[in-house]
């Protein structure tokens, strides 16, 4: 008797089902991925992660190696944390691994991925990258800018004069430092004053980036288990989108700002980079259309990423030193020998002070502001180390861990400038020993800028100033701790008390 017809159909499609399962089970248990802790159900090994990643991931490759494998959720997470893992990712694999993955800090705070730091691998990044090369950051328009760092550094130095003797919070100046300089160099101008017409006042806007930059690091649980992402346990995605509309009204009225003022003028020559961006944007030969959200989008990067770190940084260093009075008497020295006292230290002096470049190096060696650099992600399979990496993993490359490897650096928990004097390491994206700024196609194309800005002021910091801790503070009772976002800034800002150094005439007096 034939068998009905039906059957035959569900039984052939009950067969392929098997035949498609059995496949995937085979494929998945054949691909040999890096060693890790054993996820649990639905949190995968969040539960591992405390409230400082870098340094509860840095724990567990201690145990697992330098290629490692995490779930957060259900996202797959590989973690580099050796020289040879970061060249890999960073280097040999750097086309694999250029793209980042989608989180909600990049849809809710940044026009749903078109800045440059969080847009997927793609002609719109890659053009980004261009423009930052050719237009943003070349030498000829930061050089052209080199009056504004110089005049808003010496600003920030009569400030502190004036302040002498009495306690400071140095985060405070450095930020507006950092800001000024970047907002003048970006938008054309200090948008951010304290007067009644001013869109937002210093303070504010302070407040903006900080909180920023801590959406843009935090591990927010609904990227990572997605059926529970509406819920927003954290409130996160609710801060993120009340944190966009400041932002965007404020990059809303720049633009329109520098839209009314290049309206109609034949031949106009851009002045800041707003203007070059708007320009781009008009370019009918563009490869892909800058629209005005991509417009917003940059300017927004430019200012985070130009204000935050290099005060965070600069802030790192002078307190490492408050620790240790032997290495500001050698600062000083290297200042006094090579400078003077009559002036104050340029840009140009830089390459003539080892010991001060070897400050900011080692500082950047213990407190890399973006600890696991930005997350990348991988475009396709790959292979690591005799590991699979399949498409779709987000990977962390931990240089905290890096900088911390008793193979590569002595006494590595201690702070020692002379490690590099005579050594030929740089931050430049080439030594994998030192990667504050990354590497590869996605390296910090503000690295030369954010360079100049924290040497330069922390240059002048030492030249202009004694520093001391308040109230008879004892160094080892400075607190040290950090917290955790895309930026890794001291948990309790640092006060500190200054005393010129220098004749007063130099301060302007
Ligand atoms: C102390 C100063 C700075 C540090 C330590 C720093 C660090 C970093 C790091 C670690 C990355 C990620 C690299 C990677 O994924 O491999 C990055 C990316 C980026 N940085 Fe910086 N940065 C600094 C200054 C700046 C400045 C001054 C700007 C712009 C004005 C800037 C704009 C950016 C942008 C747009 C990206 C994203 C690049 C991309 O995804 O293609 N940064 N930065």
Same mark, same amino acid.
């Given at each position: 008797m034939e068998a009905p017809s039906w059957a035959v159909y569900a039984l052939a499609w009950l067969l392929s089902l098997a035949l498609v399962i059995l496949s995937g089970h085979f494929r998945r248990r054949r691909a040999n991925l890096p060693p890790g802790p054993k996820p649990w159900p639905?949190?995968? +090994? =969040? +539960? =591992?992660?405390?409230?400082l990643p870098h340094r509860s991931i840095h724990e567990l490759s201690k145990k697992y190696g330098p290629i490692m494998q995490l779930r957060f959720g259900s996202r797959p997470i590989v973690v580099g944390s050796s020289v040879e893992m970061a060249k890999q990712f960073l280097k040999i694999h750097d086309i694999t691994f250029a793209s980042r993955p989608k989180m909600a800090a990049g849809k809710y705070t940044t026009y749903n991925y078109s800045d440059i730091t969080w847009s997927p691998y793609g002609p719109y990044w890659r053009q980004a990258r261009k423009m930052c090369l050719m237009e943003l950051f070349s030498v000829k328009r930061l050089e052209s800018y080199e009056y504004i760092r110089v005049e808003e550094l010496r600003a920030v130095l009569k400030g502190l004069y004036a302040s002498s003797g009495k306690p400071i919070v140095l985060k405070d100046h450095l930020s507006t430092l950092s800001l000024n300089v970047i907002s003048r160099m &970006? =938008?054309? /101008? /200090?948008? %951010?004053?304290? $007067?009644? %017409? $001013?869109?937002?006042t210093p303070g504010e806007f302070k407040k903006m980036l900080d909180e920023l930059f801590l959406l843009n690091g935090v591990v927010n649980i609904g990227d990572y288990i997605p059926w529970i992402d509406f819920l927003d346990l954290q409130g996160y995605v609710k801060r993120m989108k009340i944190l966009s509309k400041k932002f965007d009204k404020f990059l809303e009225h720049v633009i329109d700002e520098h839209n009314a003022r290049r309206?109609? &003028?034949?031949?106009y020559v851009a002045k800041d980079m707003v203007d070059v961006l708007l320009q781009l944007a008009d370019d009918p030969t563009l490869e892909v259309k800058l629209h005005r959200e991509g417009v917003k989008g940059f300017t927004q990067d430019l200012i985070a990423g130009g204000t935050e770190s290099s005060a965070v940084t600069v802030e790192w260093a002078i307190s490492e030193l408050l620790k240790r009075p032997e290495m500001f008497k050698k600062a000083t020295e290297e200042l006094d020998r090579v400078i003077g006292r009559e002036r104050w230290v340029e840009e140009k002096d830089i390459p003539q002070l080892p010991y001060i470049q070897a400050i900011v190096k080692e500082t950047m060696r213990m407190h890399?502001?973006?600890?696991?650099l930005v997350p990348r992600f991988s475009r396709e399979d790959c292979e690591i180390a005799g590991y699979d990496i399949p498409a779709g993993t987000e990977v962390f490359v931990n240089t905290w861990t890096i900088g911390r490897d008793p193979t590569l650096w002595d006494a590595p928990d201690e702070f020692r400038p002379d490690r590099f004097i005579g050594r030929d390491i740089d931050v430049k994206g080439q030594d994998f020993e030192l990667l504050p700024f990354g590497s590869g196609r996605r390296m910090c194309p503000g690295y030369s800028l954010g360079l100049k800005v924290i040497q330069a002021s922390l240059a002048n910091l030492l030249q202009g100033f004694t520093w001391n801790l308040p109230d008879k503070m004892k160094p080892e009772n400075l607190n040290m701790e950090e917290i955790f976002g895309l930026s890794t800034p001291k948990k309790i800002p640092l006060v500190a008390v200054v005393e010129p150094r220098l004749p007063t005439h130099v301060y302007g007096q």
């Open positions: 639905i949190i995968g +090994n =969040l +539960n =591992l992660i405390g409230p &970006v =938008l054309g /101008k /200090k948008y %951010t004053d304290e $007067s009644e %017409t $001013s869109i937002v309206q109609g &003028v034949e031949g890399p502001v973006a600890p696991m």
